[in-house]
């Protein structure tokens, strides 16, 4: 029976105090692809871990981990050693901290074919930048003897890959490898993989969060819940008919690509996943699972096959329907419409300098004699940005990492001072507010932040965090504070007992919600929700995005809705704004931006979100673009003649839909003369 | 609002709730052994050196002429220098004037560095700037050097010696609370606090001390050894506490002329200042392994 | 590179005059002064008006200080008071034989103290790590001059091993002349190595925790590759920090040093100085002290740019 490549039988990992992995078996055939889906702390990198013996001294392994014919588990160090590298690569999730900083590029890649297959060095580097080139690097010579910190982080994945294939593994573990990078770049890498598979014939083992990438590299797809496999099959059946009620809920939850109505919500899987499973007692979903009954928790599950070739850990697996939706109560609230502005910002500027004070004075050895010189440099983050948010409305804005979304958030708070243009906040210069004024703006105006690591003072319990704001706004006497927080938290459906909570009690879900109803205390108006889902996992974002919803419809507040995630913001937004490096290069509905992209970034963005082939070439730092479209230097329609040397401005191609692009047909059409006329002689 | 599909949120936080003390629980459970020993040195040393005089079974300076140089024993515990007088009687009083001298010079030292410090991490720009160019040049001047210059200009004593050895001391403090102020500063809670427009002395006070002073705790025990081990160098070289005083340095000073003869007068107060040092040292290392985030919270 | 270099040794100069004015300052402000001193019990007002005169000390203060340091800057030092010899070829000497000590006790820190701590973060958690991290304890709980007295008690006057105090005559032979440097070399070691060792472990620990560990270790590489090429060059970029941090320390050391082994150095010139109150000595050996630690800095800059390729290579490839 034996021809599989990799087969794992009952691989349990233990750390004191916990089980991070339970009972999981699985076989593996040569050329094949597996992906491992769970959220955080399911144990899937254990797994990882458990093959590369990189677990650690407190880490207990048993079972059987058979590799081409041998037990990994029983080999001898030495052994296990002359396997990794050899026949098993690896590549893992951060790329920014996985080179070594102080040993150029080439030369990494070189160190396993010298060190496994004997290579000469000089002969070894030849390889290594054959295989850089082999990445899709154009320059790799370049790049094989550069140091890893000039090099983007799509670029250092791409050097990984190489590295981890040196020497022509036949299987080639990947853990979370496009996690930390842009959409953008996900999908390169991603495109990458699928080619590397069918040219080297490597086997894949891709352990992820998320179920969609499975799906564009994977054949089969194991779902990973609290240390057990709970689903197992082909990615084509466990996606379209996912068998487990976990596996129905994680993809219920995941917002597909289309503009949702105000009314919709989604599924969400209620709770989070318990950190030391008990599977011996009974079903470690059923305290999330809609389809509970008493006979659920009466003992252990066991995977029961629900088609050939696909198993799931659920007596009911065969039985059971669709994850139920959720609904608003009442009708639908239809489309938003827009009435006066609550939110303007006009030509809004923030350019940072990058290099001050004394790092500002560089020194030159011109005519001989060293000389210093005062020269900062100046950065434009935030460049012209014109947005308007209505009383109720949400605006959400996309882009890439570092492309100034999160810089325009914090100027429309004034968090930051803008270098040019002006926020206005009701019809006030927000920027010329002091005294009082500026203290009810702040009232009035609050934000919502991404990383809920550090968004709560570690220092103060849930209670006091929240009553600061009733403090200092004066919301409430001082006998009817205790009262106020525990409305706060119910109205973020947290129980009133967490009043007393310092923040390393909570799960990331749960502080993401005490900072909500922290941010709400002083009755806000407008609220800046900078990526507040981003870092949370797929299960626990649906029932955040959903809160959200909820507390915009009850109060009436307007979002500025912050993320790199097109289909979250499409969930929630009545309108989007596309930002690239700092400019806004399309605005629209969700439904036209979605339907009918116009500017060529968001269909590039739109491309990678929806898995086809984006066409664009990898991001080039070219000193951001001051004399023409930022875009260019990764736009498939640039004409240099125009492109290069004029901004173009967001022109209307429908009544609620503009773009900045010069070569938009519809666009140009309408402000044909302006366009024209901005080309300088 | 919302139709709660079957799970009622009360169900899901049954399991929640003992899920999050689970994980919060062995923090606090683990106690490090250098903290408990340390501590208790600690303590041993506060309680005899505040009733140094209640316990000290002669005065300091009391000479027993017959008695010259006798070694320890049970009359005289730590033997008798060449004037008579009990060496365990002036190592209890000494004692007084070491940790007098440390935590002095530590309070001076904390006095400028974390105003300096959380000023320059709060306010970066121009001032942070021209904060960290002046601690720059202090601290480029080798330690000694500084403190050997002020007490040569003036008489020495106790506290000039605490002053000088404080001052000193104040740059590694203001670096020190300036990198942990910079770090909590780009976390999200200050730009809460920042969004609903607080004052500068809440932030400071409310928001970034309690979050600075773990990391100080470690810093400054660090400063009481340095203040102790200096001081006694200083008093040892002629430059600090005088003659007739029981300071340790200038005890192990006095000894030397008779080291081949009466060992004790030097090695016992070196032995108690260790005992001193170490003590200290644990205590510092085992508040950082409980306190320090960026050591302790191991995932 | 060049561009970081230059700025550096900016810096460096800044804070040389800063410490030269500091000096000047602080030693103008002693009760005692120079031409009362020359003068001794024989001045009466008259001959020290003229005297002050003749030396330039009825000048205002800035000018002064601006012949003082041209004259410095000239290699002029003055005269000392209490000697009445010229300055600077005394402190050459005392300085050359200060240095033998420093050099020596520098490089025994920065082998055996980075070795120490390598070890230490290695076998993390083992006996090593505990000897190393004992030692250590050991090594900064008292100060430097009490394990001077200790040595002394324990090779000079139990075994007679060694010499307890002063120095050797190279014409004695090169045993003789080790001999006497032998003593003062550990004792200056002893808490160097404590401080070095410690902050070497950790920095070595914390690299052996990275990323890229745990990926060099996935590509099969054996334990001492992995340690050698892949922790130690970025465990050693901290440790040089280190090393000049210690230097000032050193240089602290070596003052009480000499004093305890009678070794006539720079620190014990320094003492004698500033006991007997003689101005231009003073000044001459602060300054001398200081410049070695800010260039032992500058030099410790330096290499820290060489071994941290974000200094020595600067901007991006693609």
Known sequence: MNDALLEIRNLTVRYPGTTAVRDVAFQLQPGEALGIVGESGSGKSSIAGAILKSLGASARIAGEIAFEGRDLLRLSRADHRAVLGRRIGAVFQDPFTALNPARRVGGQIAEPMVRHLGAEPAHAMQRAIVLLRDMGIHRAEEVAHAFPHQLSGGMKQRTLIAAALACEPSLLILDEPTTALDVTVEAQILRLLARLRQQKRVSLLFISHNLGVVRRLCDSVAVMYASQFVELGRVGDVLEQPAHPYSKGLLASRPSLRAASRGSRLSAIQGQMPSAPRPEAGCVFAARCPFAEPRCTGGEQSLILTAPGHAARCWKAKTLGDWPRLAVEGTDLGEFRPGNALVNTNRLRKSFTMRRGMAAWRPSLANRWPRFRYQPTQVAAVDGVSLTISPGEVLGLVGESGCGKSTLGRLALRLLNCTDGSVEFDGADVGRLSGTDLSAFRKQAQIVFQNVGSSLNPRLSVGEALERPLVLFGLAKPRERRQRVEELLEMVRLPASYRLRYPHQLSGGERQRVAIARALASEPRFVVCDEPVSALDVSVQAAIVNLLADLRDRFGLAYLFISHDLAVVAQISDRVAVMYRGRICETGTPAELLAAPRHPYTRLLLAAAADESPTAEPSADIGAGATGCTFASRCPRRLPSICDTTVPTLRPVTSAHAVACHLDPIAKQQCGTIATASIPP | ?299 | MASYALRRLGTVLVILAVMSLLVFLATHALPASTAAMILGQYSTPETLAALEHKLGLDLPLWLQYWNWLRAMLHGDMGQSLVMERPVAPMLWDAFGRSAILALCAMAIVATVGVAMGVVAGVWRGRWPDHAVSIFAYLGIAVPEFYWGLVLILVFCSTFHLLPSSGIGNLSDGVGSYVSYLILPVITLTLTLLAHVSRLTRSSMAEQLDSMYVKVARARGLPEHVVIVRHALPNAMVPTITVLAQDFGFLIGGIVAIETVFAYPGLGRLLIFALQRQDLPLMQAAILTLTAVFCLANLGADLLYGIANPRIRHGGAVE
């Not at chain 2, 942990?180 to 809460?192: H, K, R």
Request: hydrophobic share 55%.
């Open chain 2, 1 to 299: 609002m919302l139709i709660c599909c079957t799970a009622s949120p009360t169900r899901a936080f049954a399991t929640a709730v003992p899920l999050s003390d689970s994980t919060a629980l062995p923090r606090r459970a683990s106690v490090p052994t250098a903290l408990i020993v340390g501590a208790s040195i600690v303590t041993i040393l506060l309680v005899t050196a505040a009733l140094a005089q209640v316990v000290a079974p002669y005065p300091f300076d009391q000479m027993h002429i017959r008695d010259r140089f006798a070694p320890p024993g049970l009359r005289y515990l730590a033997g008798t220098d060449e004037y008579g007088r009990d060496v365990f009687s002036r190592l209890l009083i000494g004692s007084q004037l070491s940790l007098l001298l440390g935590v002095i010079a530590t309070l001076i030292s904390m006095g400028i560095g974390v105003p300096l410090g959380m000023l320059a991490g709060y306010s970066r720009g121009l001032i942070d700037e021209a904060i960290m160019r002046v601690l720059d040049i202090m601290m480029a001047f080798p330690p000694i050097m500084l403190v050997l210059l002020i007490l040569a200009i003036t008489q020495p004593s106790l506290m000039k010696t605490a002053f000088a050895i404080g001052i000193l001391s104040a740059p590694p403090i203001g670096r020190v609370t300036r990198s942990v102020t910079l770090d909590l500063m780009s976390g999200e809670f200050m730009e809460a606090a920042r969004a609903r427009g607080e004052r500068l002395h809440y932030v400071l006070c409310r928001e970034l001390l309690p979050n600075v002073w773990p990391v100080l705790m470690v810093e400054a025990s660090l400063r009481v050894v340095f203040a102790v081990l200096l001081g006694a160098v200083l008093s040892f070289l002629g430059f600090g506490v005088q003659p007739p005083a029981a300071d340790w340095g200038l005890m192990i000073s006095n000894g030397r002329a008779f080291v081949e003869k009466a060992p004790w007068i030097s090695l016992a107060p070196g032995i108690a200042m260790g005992l001193t040092v170490i003590g200290i040292s644990l205590l510092g290392d085992g508040l950082r392994e409980v306190l320090d985030p960026r050591l302790g919270r191991r995932q």
